[in-house]
């Protein structure tokens, strides 16, 4: 077997342009469902997170309800739930108005994917914000400081240090995790490699895919360490 | 409402025993990657730790490899993988016929892999738990190499790794929903076919997670059992 024939055992020419673009495409759809849902999850995850340390029983009751179910169930379930279940209710929504945002499979993944990756972000946040020490609390309300200036000045920005890590670690499987949007025919990078092998039958197009997956996720893991480390500084 | 119940009951007309078959198929898939992909993850992680330098660096890539790749895809990979590249084998040796994995087979494959690449950093943590003392105080005592990794080693180990293996296990029974992606029939499947008959999608897959929630549960009342059996030596003694 010469060198060519290996080449185009792994790197059709031929395919590479027919489906190069098209999976280019499916990587930027991967990263902004990613990247939309993380931020919506992390806002709602900290709303989540001061829920379950909330002193009122019936707060931290539904917040808790929230988390476990949201942990504790597949988010394929969770999607297909909020697809097709709320789906089936369509005079509904319609009356609501709201149709055009559940008929789209789009604004669905988006929406399970935030509620999904919230819960698991809410406790994160919560282990980090009690991970910061009680004195802190203390001396900022010493200081006159009102209660938001004390959250937001001094209690957030050392919490949200702690989480940096699991929260890099969240990032990283939530990337993972969008590759089930190719189930609900959102054409993510998933979506474009499932059309294209079975347009091609060509087993190649998953390695790529894989390939692709890899870089991402390595490139991010040393870009998210190299950030903790400078953030980290005066610490060390 | 109950109408719509009466659709779960277990007898003739109702999809109960159906979905519980589904639920079987979900816990026996799962359960069946723990005694492939703890060893597997076990031996990654000691390789890890080898003086060998290729060892080393092949234990490394095998966990970068399945902790990076989306499990759908790996799953398709080693489920179309497989076939293709058995069928080329075969071609290759003069027979040309259609080969077909079983479902069950590759996923079991796949989810053990991966199972072991994220048990394998559980692991490797551990053993940054274990004082190295005990390992010369075990050297000192002449037990034999082997003697040592499992009787001193090893039960350390566990203790530490546990909490960690316990949110693996979840993630894993929660990554066997995907398996219906490749028509094994286990809940998620299952499910999926009640609704495509019944049209009653918020029922079902309410069920669905309810049922997968139930497991979570289930393993998080086990593992807590567990911790507690391997942590009593340490708990203080009782007046």
């Not at chain 1, 379950?52 to 999607?79: D, E, H, I, K, M």
């Not at chain 2, 072991?116 to 940054?128: G, T």
């Not at chain 2, 546990?162 to 894993?172: D, F, I, R, V, Y």
């Not at chain 2, 309410?206 to 289930?218: D, E, Q, R």
Request: aromatic content about 12%.
């Amino acid at each position: 077997m010469s060198v060519d024939d290996l080449l185009n055992l792994f790197l059709n020419r031929e395919l590479l342009e027919r489906y190069g673009p098209r999976l280019f495409d499916g990587l930027l759809v991967t990263g902004k469902l990613v990247a939309i849902s993380f931020s919506l999850g992390m806002l709602l995850g900290l709303g989540l997170a001061l829920g379950r340390l909330s002193g009122n029983r019936w707060v931290r009751g539904f917040t808790g309800v929230y988390v476990y179910f949201f942990r504790g169930s597949p988010l394929l379930a969770q999607l297909f739930l909020l697809y097709y279940g709320l789906g089936s209710f369509k005079h509904f929504w319609q009356d609501l108005g709201l149709w055009w945002f559940l008929r789209d499979a789009w604004y669905c993944t988006l929406l399970a994917f935030t509620l999904n990756t919230a819960a698991y972000q809410a406790e994160i946040l919560r282990g980090a914000l009690l991970a910061v020490p009680q004195g802190q609390r203390e001396a900022a309300q010493a200081l006159g400081l009102s209660r938001w200036t004390s959250f937001g000045k001094v209690i957030l920005p050392q919490s949200l240090l702690i989480a940096i890590r699991p929260l890099g670690n969240e990032l990283i499987l939530m990337i993972k995790a969008s590759a089930i949007a190719s189930l609900v025919t959102v054409y993510d990078l998933m979506g474009v490699t499932k059309l294209a092998f079975s347009r091609s039958f060509d087993f190649q197009v998953y390695l790529w895919a894989a390939v692709l997956y890899l870089l991402i996720v390595e490139v991010l893991r040393r870009v998210l360490k190299r950030l903790e480390q400078s953030l980290s500084k005066h610490i060390g | 409402m109950f109408e719509q119940l009466s659709l779960l009951s277990l007898a003739d007309g109702g999809w109960g025993v159906a979905l519980l078959a589904g639920a079987l198929v979900t816990l026996v898939l799962a359960l069946s990657c723990v005694p492939l992909g703890l060893p597997l993850g076990l031996g990654v992680a000691l390789a890890t730790r080898s003086k060998r330098r290729w060892l080393r660096l092949s234990a490394t890539a095998f966990s970068t490899v399945f902790r990076g790749l989306p499990e759908l895809l790996t799953l398709l990979i080693i489920y179309y993988g497989c076939q293709i590249g058995a069928q080329k084998l075969l071609a290759a040796m003069g027979y040309s016929t259609e080969v077909t994995i079983n479902a069950f087979v590759a996923a079991m494959i796949a989810f053990s892999l991966v199972f072991a690449a994220f048990s394998s950093e559980i692991w490797l943590s551990a053993f940054k738990a274990v004082p190295k003392g005990q390992l010369e105080a075990a050297a000192m005592l002449g037990l034999s190499p082997s003697a040592i990794f499992c009787k001193v080693l090893l039960p350390q180990l566990t203790r530490v790794a546990l909490p960690g293996l316990s949110n693996n296990w979840l993630a894993l029974l929660k990554e066997t929903s995907l398996v219906s992606t490749i028509s094994l029939v286990d809940l998620m499947r299952q499910t999926g076919l009640a609704v495509s008959v019944t049209k009653e999608p918020m029922l079902f897959y309410t069920v669905a997670c309810l049922g997968y929630l139930f497991f979570s549960a289930l393993s998080g009342r086990l593992f807590h059992c567990l911790e507690q059996h391997f942590n009593r030596h340490q708990r203080g003694a009782r007046p």
